[in-house]
């Protein structure tokens, strides 16, 4: 089993940048593939980023261009790089992981792929 741990979050203006890191523990994360999700108040959680034991990535089309998900093997950490943030991207962030493999990237957007979640940090952009 592995274990998440996010941290990076904080309060930024717009137009600011933040660097998500994801710590996994118990397991290497070249075994995983990698989900960063999102939660604003309110709303349902969606899918930001994924990128698989292979490299494939997958972003949602809205933040494609501003967001940048990566993993640094050595560390088995995973990261999430956010910039020219916007109050819109206000929403606790979530890191996932997964053993489970799918022949669709768009796959790794949903949820029930992933079997190990962490517990979250805050992200708020005020404008």
């Known amino acids: 089993q592995v274990q998440l741990v996010e941290s990076g979050g904080g309060l930024v203006q717009a137009g600011d940048s933040l660097r998500l890191s994801c710590a996994t523990s118990?397991?290497?994360?070249?075994?995983?593939?990698m989900g960063w999700f999102r939660q604003a108040p309110g709303k349902e959680r969606e899918s930001v980023a994924a990128i698989t034991t292979g490299g494939t990535l997958y972003y949602l089309d809205s933040l494609k261009g501003r967001f940048t998900i990566s993993i640094d093997k050595a560390k088995n950490a995973a990261y999430l790089q956010m910039n020219t943030l916007k109050p819109e991207d206000t929403a606790v962030y979530y890191c996932?992981?997964?053993?489970?493999?799918?022949?669709?990237?768009?796959?790794?957007?949903?949820?029930?792929?992933?079997?190990?979640w962490g517990q979250g940090t805050q992200v708020t952009v005020s404008s």
């Open positions: 118990g397991r290497e994360i070249r075994n995983y593939a």
């Open positions: 996932a992981a997964t053993t489970r493999n799918y022949a669709d990237i768009k796959d790794y957007g949903w949820m029930g792929a992933y079997m190990y």
